[in-house]
């Protein structure tokens, strides 16, 4: 065997090593998601001295009542279906009636508005009275979701040596990109690597030494996904990659602004309506001043920067949908919000943005159902926008033309069909291992590098990288689903999972919409398409989800 | 909370569905990759660097018909085979879709699912594909047509197995060589890209009697016992149908042996447009059929609308009467086998090309009754024995028909000759077209007489 079937077969073990690389990162990142929880224990436990019976109290927020859907059912034929709820503040526990018939007491004085409830007081519902205890009174096993079961007590890998995965694993994609130099200077993957390594560790400082944050994983993920991302444009457009970098900062400060933010779900009210007139403004502003890029007109130039405000109002959107709870658990008055759903999807079809406005239907089905918990909304506002949208083809049927090869690429491969039909042949040229970073031909497509990234991190990456970043990004809702229950307040579990579904729902539109699965619509792939506003509007989500996790605001290093 | 929990399995559907889109993505990217991965436009194989790495094509003798050698490409070194079997093998460039090089050409440079393409050079492997067709066949084929300088086309096939012996398109060129086609050269390489044997149609002329003759043996029970005078020329339908001579008093298998134009449309007005289309739907003329999972042109038969006299015209291949080469060569076999077709193929050795999931139409379908079949094969033959005269296959028992068709005022007509051999050792169906020339018997003759008596000698019958 000579040197050079030597030194081929080296650059082909990188490129095997590479997808189980990335497997075993984003494997190790859920993996530390699932450690170091709080072992399955009640946090306080109601006493009925009479009957002796115990309820555990599982959560920050929990409802009582004798509905069977209740936290804690209380079956007392007194008690109103939903009765009162007991929450867990920052500075204690704390109780508030709802509207119930016969009302709630507390030490024998009927609580009305929020009342203090301490160890040992006395809280009677209905018929029935309770003393309220400390959470090792309850002696008996607990059942926890399956998410955080069965892991082992060893201590999760430790987050700095999560983020030398990372770091390593960007290196490797930058000595990719070096070795299929296409005579361009070789050394600037060297460069941008320099840079995002930068990036990546002071991120990770700042949260370790200045934030004292006990986790990392989430914020590893998304370092994980944006480092891939902005090392993928290197051989592409080399200035996007430090645009990209410099977004991405942008979106990991946003990201720790909204943790502070939100740290009190009793005041985020507040900011409600201020937020909701920005979001109409942001967008109302795109209308105006936007340009017409690939049919939607969801960009405008502010100097040399591009900026994509309804990338921002996703936030914006996710944030108002929860936050108009006024009394915890009990409003289920959506007409504010509908409103306001209506004229941000309403404003993003003017726009043309049908992939946004699509994104931000089904985040609206998502919040509805989750604070209302009723079908019929859902398929009423299923109904009225299957409604819309006929509305809109009868009157504009020039609408449908721009997905008209949806299903059909190959028909139409020279026209509509253009982008699907390269990114699939350039996907299955990659194969399972790729062609190596740079080396692809998918990058001269128009907007490969946003709309088309999925194809073009298949064919230099290999399909398993491919799946396995969108695995990353899809899991997300399964992490924020675990972590429901875990919550400080129904306003976070509702940000984290609504966040997350989001993120799913673009990453759905994204990957299917460039392989001719769904219709084109020219969306963003989570953390890896290049787009600043995308980025830092992802970024923005996922603070909803390290919100949500109680150990983000309750455990310090 | 738990009713937050409950409410929030809704996001996990969102996730179940992202699964299951990609289980289905990926379903299709399994299916479909070796397809999707051949496209004219993918800079992975495409130009002349797509075959530095690739596998050679040899023909069903084992002769190289393509090969690389050192990263350059080469061809066979005899220029008449190279540009005989250039529609069958390609060239470098995608241009020629339906060219081995073209349809396989990532099994050719060794893609699988699992390397993709750019695999380094030393880890690669290349397939080797061999090819059914015959390069001294189509050479003689071509030496012939060539020497015509117009476009054309002659197929020969196997009715028994399905493979193609023989397939020469001109025009063509050299594929060691290729012209770089300007806008000044432009006219004279008009249509050098297409395959005539499986992509073009052409008007039949007298050859679609094979039809016409079907329907009427099928639906006029005392066909045999009628007979005709000819004078030349008969108004039918208010204008005139012309014979090329008087051929006086005919019966039914002596009009097909002189060709008499005026009793085919006599038998076309009587049988009328629709047990016409009928016949010529059940035959495949208005389908396509099936080689290598390329769809071949399809033929074209319908007089749903036309005026009688047209009507007439249809029936012996004018009107607006479209047939394929190729087309013609499975139907002239299907006469041979008792009314049965079998698709052709072009690929020799199929296990290496079926392991990497390409599929191959086999079987065929009934085109005739068993009796009908029986009963052309017995006129066709009755036409090279009373007409032709057997000495011009070199004793092979050939069944065949001409046909001269007539396609513009100012234009040469096509002359076509398709037909088959009877012989058990040489079981090969053929059809040859040659635009704007002349008679079919003068100019599509010649070239099927070199190709026949090359192929019958090959393989021992003669």
Known sequence: MDMAVLFDLGVVALRVLLPIYAVFIVYQCYAAMRRRRRPEKPLVTLCNPVTGLKLPVLFWENTIGRSK?????????????????????????????????????????????????????????????????????????????????????????????????????????????????????????????????????????????????????????????????????????????????????????????????IEDPDKVNKLRIPLMIAAVGLLLTSIVFGKIVYGASNWIYIGPFSVQPSELVKVIYIFIGASALDKLQTNKNLLEFIIFSVICVGLLAVMGDFGTALIFFVTFLLIAFMRSGDFKTIILAVAAAVFGVTFVLRFKPYVADRFKAWGRAWEYANAEGYQQTHVLTYIASGGLIGVGIGNGFLKQVGASESDLVFGIVAEEMGIIVAITLALAVALLVVYARAITTRSRSTFYSITACCAAGLLAVQLSLNIFGATDVLPLTGVTFPFISSGGSSIMACWGLIAFIKAADERTYSMKR | MKRMLRRSTMTLMITLAFIGGMCYFVFKLVTGASDWVDQPYNAHIGGSGGLAQAGAIYDCNGVVLAQTVDGERVYN???????????????????????????????????????????????????????????????????????????????????????????????????????????????????????????????????????????????????????????????????????????????????????????????????????????????????????????????????????????????????????????????????????????????????????VGIKFGTGGQTLLNSDTAAALDEIMRYTVSSYYGDNLFGGLTVCAKTGTAEVGEDKAPNGWMVGYAKDEKCPLAFACVVEESGFGFTYAGPVVEAAMIQAAKNLGAI
């Open chain 2, 77 to 355: 070194e005899s220029e008449s085979v190279r540009r005989a079997t250039l529609h069958a093998v390609g060239d470098n460039s995608l241009n020629i879709s339906t060219a081995a090089q073209s349809m396989y050409r990532s099994q050719l440079s060794g893609y699988n699912l699992l390397l993709g393409l750019n695999m380094p050079e030393s880890l690669r492997t290349t397939n080797d594909i061999t090819l059914t067709i015959d390069s001294t066949v189509c050479k003689a084929a071509y030496d012939v047509l060539a020497s015509y300088d117009k476009k054309g086309a002659c197929v020969i096939y196997n009715y028994k197995t399905g493979e193609v012996v023989c397939s020469v398109s001109t025009k063509g060129y050299d594929p060691q060589n290729p012209p770089e086609i300007t806008e000044e050269n432009e006219s004279e390489y008009d249509g050098v890209y297409l395959d005539n044997v499986r992509s073009s149609s052409y008007a039949p002329g007298s050859i679609f009697k094979i039809v016409t003759a079907a329907a009427a043996i099928e639906n006029i029970p005392d066909i045999y016992e009628r007979s005709w005078t000819c004078y030349g020329s008969h108004e039918i339908g208010g204008s005139d149908i012309t014979c090329v001579e008087a051929h006086g008093t005919v019966d039914f298998k002596y009009a097909m042996a002189c060709s008499c134009n005026y009793v085919f449309a006599e038998l076309a007005t009587e049988l009328g447009p629709e047990i016409m289309k009928q016949t010529a739907d059940k035959m495949g003329i208005n389908s396509s059929f099936e080689a290598d999972g390329v769809k071949l042109a399809k033929g074209h038969y319908n007089a749903d609308g036309a005026t009688e006299n047209q009507l007439a015209w249809s029936g012996v291949g004018q009107y607006d009467d479209r047939v394929n080469p190729l087309q013609m060569a499975i139907i002239c076999g299907a006469i041979a086998n008792s009314g049965e077709s079998v698709n052709p193929t072009f690929i020799k050795d199929k296990s290496l090309l079926a392991s």
């Open chain 1, 69 to 261: 859907s209740s936290d804690i059912v209380v079956d007392d034929p007194a008690v109103s279906r939903s009765h009162c709820v007991l929450l867990r503040r920052k500075d204690g526990w704390f109780i508030n009636d709802v509207g119930s018939k016969c009302g709630t007491f507390v030490n024998g004085r009927e609580v009305h508005g929020r009342t203090r409830v301490l160890i040992d007081d006395n809280i009677s519902i209905g018929n029935s009275e309770f003393e309220f205890r400390r959470g090792e009174e309850y002696e008996e096993r607990l059942r926890s979701s399956w998410f955080f079961s069965k892991v082992s007590n060893k201590p999760a890998v430790k987050s700095y040596k999560l983020m030398l995965l990372v770091t390593v694993f960007h290196f490797f994609l930058c000595v990719e990109a070096m070795f299929w130099n296409d005579g361009s200077d070789t050394y600037a993957p060297l460069m941008l690597f320099g840079a995002l390594a930068a990036v990546e560790w002071g991120f990770f400082c700042i949260s370790y030494f200045v934030l004292r944050r006990a986790t990392f994983e989430l914020e590893a993920l998304a370092l994980f996904l944006t480092g891939t991302g902005v090392m993928l444009l290197v051989r592409q457009v080399e200035r996007s990659a430090y645009v990209q970098l410099a977004a991405a900062v942008i979106g990991m400060i946003i990201f720790c602004v909204i943790i502070k933010v």
